[in-house]
């Protein structure tokens, strides 16, 4: 602990003053943390001058940072410590060609050619099938068959391919690839004008189109010297609870249709609309785009948006109240839900699930209460009653969700009436980053803790632009909870989590 460096969430800091120790003490300071109930935000690589360095941002009760220098190998804290590392240094691996020495299964993240564009390291294009680069897991028996999913589906989501070992109808393994339309996105980031990267990073995952730009928005303030106010704050707050909504609701819906319950799926197919409309209201756009802008807002709360949120809150409240409660008293969804896609505590935490994946775990770690942003330091936190880990705990942690987010809409327009703010909308232009600086933003989004990390170089340019989305953290939770699960509980678990395969893909 006293190698790393406590940072604030969203504030800036000379990247002179993170820790620079040697590997071994990144090693043992970072197993010693995460082995005590500590968990990772960010840990990624970046090349500076002839060298390249690992920097790892961690949590408990607040946010720490550490980092190194390394060669072209280092020992693996997966192999060696614990399994949260698993996924970032296969990213670490995939994108510079940095071998994770004692990795216990390295293989691609996404599939794309390494940034060092060297072609005798981990890293592929796809335009060659090189053999071993990417080894399935497997199960062995003449019992044991595979039934592979994917990576093109009958539907319009996007592309993953799913692999099911299993013994007749029990599932062994899942093993889940991605990355099948990779874009490049981090890549990109630093080399665009300023005045594109919110129109990027709205489009990193079409359904947290105002987290992912929030994360980026509060990155460029605390690097500019941007001051927001307290009425753009509010509107801020109001929309990430507004998309949080649209998407939860949608999903009950998804679920309610994936047992057969159709009136509760075409109800809630029906309100989801009704939030994103509200969305609309607010910035003229269903998915929030144009609204949240470096410094503030692009497009004004007034009186007559007030009075439609609220006239809809009192509207749609008592219908989603009884369109859930027509959902979970029904026996035969409590039958499909409880005791299916169950993911234990231990589990949990040892993979670092976030969101409602890990509060369904009980990991009650919410990003709005232990780092809060925007207005969430000044309203009440939620706290989830269910948490069996299975797609009943996950279904109910998304309804306590969807009442706790319309008790801080209400607040948040009292709150907003009460100031009478006299906010200006902010037209995106360039801005004077600070030099040599390091800032890591946390928000809550929908699906879970959501975190964007910036370096600048001496020159005040972004050197290094690292997204993390919270399905990251969460899809080998949900290769997890088909363990011994029926292959046709599949589309159940799966719906439970919603993970995304484009913020993932980046």
């Known amino acids: 602990?006293?190698?790393?460096?406590?940072?604030?969430?969203?504030?800036?800091?000379?990247?002179?003053?993170?820790?620079?120790?040697?590997?071994?003490?990144?090693?043992?300071?970072?197993?010693?943390?995460?082995?005590?109930?500590?968990?990772?935000?960010?840990?990624?690589?970046?090349?500076?001058?002839?060298?390249?360095?690992?920097?790892?941002?961690?949590?408990?009760?607040?946010?720490?940072?550490?980092?190194?220098?390394?060669?072209?190998?280092?020992?693996?804290?997966?192999?060696?410590?614990?399994?949260?590392?698993?996924?970032?240094?296969?990213?670490?691996?995939?994108?510079?060609?940095?071998?994770?020495?004692?990795?216990?299964?390295?293989?691609?993240?996404?599939?794309?050619?390494?940034?060092?564009?060297?072609?005798?390291?981990?890293?592929?294009?796809y335009r060659e099938d090189i053999p071993g680069r990417y080894p399935y897991f497997g199960v062995a028996g003449e019992a044991i068959h595979e039934v592979a999913v994917g990576p093109v589906h009958a539907g319009i989501i996007e592309p993953g391919h799913f692999r099911f070992q299993c013994a007749g109808e029990e599932v062994l393994h899942l093993e889940i690839q991605l990355g099948y339309q990779h874009r490049g996105i981090e890549k990109m980031l630093p080399g665009l004008p300023m005045k594109r990267l919110p129109i990027i990073c709205e489009s990193i995952a079409g359904d947290t189109a105002v987290g992912h730009n929030l994360c980026m928005c509060q990155g460029l303030e605390a690097l500019a010297g941007l001051r927001v106010d307290e009425g753009a704050g509010i509107v801020r707050t109001i929309a990430l609870e507004l998309e949080r909504l649209a998407n939860h609701i949608g999903d009950l819906g998804a679920l309610s249709g994936d047992v057969a319950f159709n009136p509760p799926a075409a109800y809630f197919g029906r309100l989801r609309g009704e939030f994103l409309n509200l969305l609309q209201v607010l910035c003229g756009n269903r998915f929030g785009k144009g609204l949240v802008r470096p410094g503030g807002i692009a497009h004004l709360m007034g009186e007559e948006q007030v009075r439609l949120i609220r006239e809809k809150l009192a509207e749609v409240t008592p219908e989603i109240e009884h369109v859930c409660d027509l959902l979970f008293s029904a026996h035969t969804v409590l039958a499909r839900f409880e005791r299916t896609g169950s993911v234990s505590t231990e589990m949990a935490t040892d993979l670092g699930l976030v969101g409602y994946a890990g509060r369904s775990c009980g990991l009650a770690y919410d990003a709005?209460?232990?780092?809060?942003?925007?207005?969430?330091g000044e309203l009440p936190a939620n706290t989830n009653q269910v948490t069996n880990g299975d797609v009943n705990s996950r279904a109910t942690v998304r309804r306590e969700e969807i009442s706790h987010s319309l008790t801080l809409i209400g607040l948040l327009?009292?709150?907003?009436?009460?100031?009478?703010?006299?906010?200006?909308?902010?037209?995106?232009?360039?801005?004077?980053?600070?030099?040599?600086?390091?800032?890591?933003?946390?928000?809550?989004?929908?699906?879970?803790?959501?975190?964007?990390?910036?370096?600048?170089?001496?020159?005040?340019?972004v050197q290094r632009y690292k997204i993390k989305d919270p399905s990251f953290h969460n899809w080998t939770g949900l290769a997890m909870s088909l363990r011994n699960q029926e292959i046709s509980d599949f589309p159940l678990c799966n719906k439970s989590y919603n993970l995304s395969y484009c913020g993932f893909d980046l």
């Open 368 to 376: 709005r209460v232990t780092f809060p942003s925007e207005c969430y």
């Open 413 to 461: 327009l009292d709150w907003f009436e009460t100031l009478n703010p006299s906010t200006a909308a902010i037209h995106m232009r360039e801005h004077q980053l600070s030099p040599d600086s390091f800032v890591v933003t946390v928000n809550e989004g929908w699906r879970g803790e959501l975190s964007h990390c910036l370096l600048t170089d001496a020159t005040g340019r």
């Open 1 to 125: 602990m006293d190698k790393l460096l406590r940072i604030e969430n969203g504030r800036a800091i000379p990247r002179a003053s993170i820790p620079l120790v040697p590997f071994d003490q990144f090693f043992t300071t970072l197993a010693e943390f995460t082995r005590n109930n500590g968990f990772i935000v960010q840990f990624f690589a970046y090349k500076e001058l002839d060298s390249y360095r690992l920097l790892a941002v961690v949590r408990n009760t607040g946010l720490y940072v550490i980092e190194t220098k390394v060669g072209k190998s280092f020992r693996s804290l997966t192999g060696n410590v614990n399994e949260k590392f698993h996924m970032f240094e296969r990213e670490i691996a995939e994108q510079f060609g940095i071998t994770p020495d004692g990795h216990p299964w390295l293989k691609m993240v996404r599939y794309h050619a390494n940034y060092a564009g060297e072609d005798d390291v981990f890293g592929n294009d």
